[in-house]
């Protein structure tokens, strides 16, 4: 059980494009998703926490405009990636939590490998 | 700010030895530390540690957690090829809602035949 699905699982863009990812809990209501970003060798760095419903919650230095994140409903959420530069050229990936307030484990998509040229 | 540290950040081994992992945090709020596996794709999930003292063990993985001294270690015991991944830390923190999962920057674990 409690598995999430990512995609693309890799996405080639050019400079100025904007790029969506999806994240979906398969079989699990997902109240609260989380995005988080990394670089090779690196651990996962957060980015936003998005709550079904309700506008996301950006961590310090992350840019609202740039990355906009949609929890439309309690098993999807979208990251878009807006006018992409090769610097977000990056790995992006995804959780989700089974339910608000709970001690349950994340539970990670297989992540996007987001190139931008 | 919440932090968390690991160490050492890179490891290289021979199949059947023992490693430990160490993972030490200053949170505030502190919810619960978690340890998962990175191969190549997303992080697996391995243990979750709540209380002191008591150790969470799947084969030849085990963990323990102190919540005096902030720190958890992951010990793996007869290390496999298969060992070989990046073994990330984190620390769920907060008090509202699920809070936030802060990650440490990881051990690299290399295991060699």
């Known amino acids: 059980g409690a598995v999430v699905s990512q995609h693309p699982s890799r996405v080639i863009c050019k400079s100025g494009t904007s790029v969506k990812i999806e994240c979906r809990s398969l079989?699990?209501?997902?109240?609260?998703m989380f995005w988080y970003r990394q670089f090779p060798k690196k651990s996962l760095m957060l980015m936003a926490t998005?709550?079904?419903?309700?506008?996301?919650?950006?961590e310090q230095g992350v840019e609202k405009d740039k990355f906009l994140i949609n929890h439309a409903s309690l098993t999807l959420s979208t990251l878009t990636v807006t006018s992409a530069h090769p610097e977000d050229s990056s790995f992006y990936i995804c959780?989700?939590?089974?339910?608000?307030?709970?001690?349950?484990?994340?539970?990670f998509g297989n992540g996007t490998r987001l190139t931008v040229t | 700010e919440d932090k968390v540290v690991q160490s050492p950040l890179s490891l290289v081994v021979h199949e059947g030895d023992t490693v430990t992992l160490n993972c030490s945090y200053e949170v505030t709020n502190f919810r619960s530390l978690l340890w998962y596996k990175q191969e190549k794709k997303a992080p697996t999930f391995l243990f979750m540690l709540?209380?002191?003292?008591i150790e969470k063990k799947s084969g030849r993985l085990s963990s323990i957690l102190d919540k005096k001294e902030l720190f958890s270690i992951l010990n793996i015991t007869a290390t496999q090829t298969g060992d070989s991944a990046i073994y990330l830390c984190a620390v769920r923190s907060g008090g509202t809602s699920y809070g936030k999962l802060t990650f440490g920057q990881g051990t690299i674990l290399t295991v060699h035949p």
């Open positions: 709540t209380s002191s003292g």
């Open positions: 079989d699990f209501q997902a109240t609260t």
């Open positions: 998005s709550n079904e419903g309700s506008k996301a919650t950006y």
């Open positions: 959780s989700a939590t089974t339910s608000q307030g709970s001690n349950s484990p994340l539970h």
